[in-house]
């Protein structure tokens, strides 16, 4: 019988701490636990997460895989959702209200102890110019949007945002207190697409309607073209930043497809296994939520966490 050291050159290594950085197809004895350990790569998949407590399509997210937030949102009739929702990795918890309800609006943060809400449809208009700044325990409106929008997307933190695209062109950054308008507008002119962004100065727009598959890199300044999408498409969700961004779900038809940006072109990779659109996303292009929305009806309440392809240390049984 062929042994370890005869395939890899050397024996498997005896450790009291498992090492720091192991390289793929590395193995190791770890004589503090007594176990076998090896390093190795997986690939990507999406796994289900907590249902949300509300059903709805056309809200928005924000935070991490594990510390997300949602808010607003619609279900056919239509109705204008005031409710939030807090994941901690595991389930959502019903915590304090948005003042206004509306749907198709937009949100940016990186926990779900610190987000913005802005834009969207409140009843009765088509748009909405509200913004509103969460805590950790509940919501305060603060300066409105200089243009109201619906449909739009943003990103970026409580203190540094950025809102662009919708049923209004134009460019808009958050600092904090209020809004400015800025000159340069997305080249295409679009809805229902889906973006990410840092902050107010690094920003990815993808998607759209007419199922646009034009993606465009803000930085700062201006908007720039870069590669498309593999599959355009519209009401589409995102996760990351402008250089390492995710891409999931969509219509027409209502598809489960996920695409990862890689700051250069974009690589198709799994599905998620409930197709929809004009769901809500949150964290990073490699530790992703997906959530609600639906294939026109029903609404969904699905939850899906998305783990990327990469290395993955593993432990050995005798079973």
Do not use: C, H
Not at 31 to 51: L, P, S
Not at 249 to 257: E, I, R, V
Not at 299 to 310: D, F, K, L, Y
Request: proline residues 4%; hydrophobic residues 30%.
């Amino acid at each position: 019988m062929t042994t370890y050291k005869e395939i890899n050159g050397t024996n498997i290594e005896a450790v009291s701490t498992d090492p720091s950085n192991p390289v793929t197809g590395q193995v190791w004895y770890n004589t503090t636990t007594n176990v076998v350990k090896g390093q190795g790569y997986a690939t990507a998949a999406w796994a289900t997460g907590g249902n949300l407590n509300t059903a709805r399509v056309f809200l928005a997210g924000a935070g991490t895989q594990t510390a997300a937030l949602t808010f607003g949102g619609t279900v056919p009739g239509p109705s204008f959702k005031t409710e939030t929702e807090s994941y901690n990795g595991t389930s959502w918890t019903e915590v304090a209200d948005l003042n206004t309800g509306r749907y198709a609006l937009a949100g940016a943060g990186v926990s779900n102890t610190s987000a913005l809400a802005f834009g969207g449809r409140p009843s009765p208009t088509p748009v909405g110019a509200e913004t509103e700044s969460w805590n950790g325990t509940s919501w305060t409106e603060v300066a409105d949007l200089n243009t109201a929008r619906s449909t739009l997307t943003g990103g970026g933190t409580n203190t540094s945002a950025l809102a662009f695209g919708g049923t209004t062109n134009s460019t808009e950054l958050w600092n904090g207190t209020s809004w400015t308008a800025n000159p340069s507008s997305l080249n295409t002119s679009r809805n229902y697409l889906g973006g990410v962004a840092t902050n107010s100065t690094s920003a990815l727009a993808f998607g759209g309607t007419s199922s646009s598959a034009t993606t465009e890199s803000w930085n700062g300044s201006s908007w720039t073209e870069v590669n498309d999408l593999n599959t355009g498409r519209e009401k589409l969700a995102g996760a990351g930043i402008y250089t390492a961004a995710l891409a999931f779900g969509g219509t027409p038809p209502a598809t489960g497809k996920t695409e990862v940006w890689n700051g250069t072109s974009w690589t198709e990779d799994t599905d998620m296994s409930t197709a929809r659109d004009g769901l809500g996303g949150a964290g990073t292009n490699s530790s992703a939520l997906a959530f609600g929305g639906g294939d026109d009806v029903p609404v969904s309440t699905a939850t899906e966490e998305w783990t990327g392809a990469g290395p993955v240390t593993v432990t050995f049984t005798d079973s």
